[in-house]
């Protein structure tokens, strides 16, 4: 079936990098998710990639796929308090349901 | 454009009673969805509505759950008899439409929390 992990903590400092880092199992999904949750609110669409595609970048957000290892990326360049969250990645074959990783708790301290 | 609406916000219950969630999705959008998201874990889907027909309702423990969207507007869902472990975070979710196209942007709700004692 499928599955999807990640890592359920990680901290960093104001302005440094944040790499969140996921797998997972499907071969076969077409899109690849990352998700934002804040306390107490639902979950907030960052960014998707194709599955045909490795790499793509939106102001300080890079996404990075290894289609080889099944293995998603994702960078935030310059991480601000703000980005403290839940960071969920998702996939979805073409025609079924999203399935969710356990999200990683990001720590941003000052 | 407003967003997904969900009430109650929280909701405390004791086990073997009964509850309701509404969920009033953005307007026109046709596919609506029932995340069950227990604390440190990611959502999990318990049934997709397109319109006012079910999807997939695979993962609904149909024993004690149910849910409706009798107009394809707004949704309920209900679950009764609660047990400890229901205790979670209830999301719904809505997309425009949901034909088996892969991309598809769901627009979450804020959640009802709910505890079982």
């Known amino acids: 079936g499928e599955d999807v992990e990640q890592s359920l903590f990680l901290s960093v400092r104001e302005g440094d990098s944040s790499v969140i880092n996921c797998t997972y199992t499907d071969s076969s999904s077409t899109y690849l998710y990352w998700y934002k949750q804040e306390p107490g609110a639902g979950l907030q669409l960052l960014t998707y990639i194709f599955s045909n595609m490795d790499m793509k970048q939106d102001q300080r957000l890079t996404v990075l796929l290894n289609k080889k290892d099944k293995h998603l990326s994702l960078r935030i360049a310059d991480t601000q308090t703000g980005d403290s969250a839940i960071y969920f990645c998702a996939e979805k074959e073409y025609g079924q349901n999203f399935v969710f990783g356990p999200g990683t708790r990001l720590s941003v301290l000052p | 454009e407003a967003g997904v609406a969900q009430s109650p916000r929280y909701k405390i219950i004791e086990k073997r009673q009964s509850v309701a969630f509404w969920c009033n999705p953005i307007?026109?959008?046709?596919?609506l969805y029932w995340y069950q998201q227990i604390l440190g874990q990611g959502p999990k889907l318990l049934i997709q509505?397109?319109?006012?027909?079910?999807?997939?309702d695979s993962q609904l423990p149909k024993d004690r759950f149910s849910a409706e969207r009798l107009k394809g507007v707004d949704s309920t869902l209900k679950i009764q008899p609660a047990k400890l472990e229901d205790s979670a975070v209830y999301l719904c979710a809505s997309s425009l439409d949901d034909t088996g196209l892969a991309h598809n942007e769901q627009f979450f709700g804020p959640g009802t929390r709910l505890t079982v004692l």
């Open positions: 509505f397109q319109n006012n027909g079910v999807v997939d």
């Open positions: 307007s026109g959008h046709a596919t």
